[in-house]
Structures are given as structure tokens and as C-alpha cells.
């Protein structure tokens, strides 16, 4: 009985360190992912920002090239 009861601890302890083991895998995996997730939230708002200014620009010159067709 003593030595079941000493293999079944031993094999409680190890799927504990197990489990947090796991548990900072997944934790550093969840962190990459909330990383990437700001990473594509910052790069969004960069590629609006450009497209914003390319449409001004454009807005811009072809308000230039109107008024100069008009004189």
C-alpha cells in the first residue's frame, strides 16, 4: 500500500509541474498573441493614415489642376 501510495504522489506531483508548465507556455503564447493582435492594430491605423493622406493629395492637385484649367 505504502509504495502505491508513494508512486501515486510522485505521479501527482509531476502532473502538477506539468500543468504549470503548460500553464506558462500558454500564458507566453497568449502574451504573443495580444502583442500581434496591438502589432496589426497599429499597422491598420498606419495604412488608413497613408491612404488618408494619398486621397488629400490627390484632392489637393486636382483642385490646383482645376483652378489652373480656369485660368
Not at 35 to 45: A, E, P
Request: include cysteine; proline fraction near 0%; charged fraction near 40%.
Amino acid at each position: 500500500f505504502r509504495d502505491r501510495y508513494e508512486t501515486c504522489y510522485y505521479d501527482l506531483e509531476q502532473a502538477i509541474k506539468y500543468r504549470e508548465a503548460m500553464s506558462n507556455k500558454f500564458k507566453q503564447i497568449l502574451d504573443q498573441v495580444h502583442d500581434l493582435q496591438r502589432q496589426v492594430s497599429d499597422l491598420r491605423k498606419k495604412a488608413d493614415d497613408e491612404r488618408t493622406k494619398k486621397k488629400i493629395s490627390f484632392s489637393n492637385q486636382t483642385f490646383i489642376n482645376e483652378m489652373l484649367w480656369k485660368t
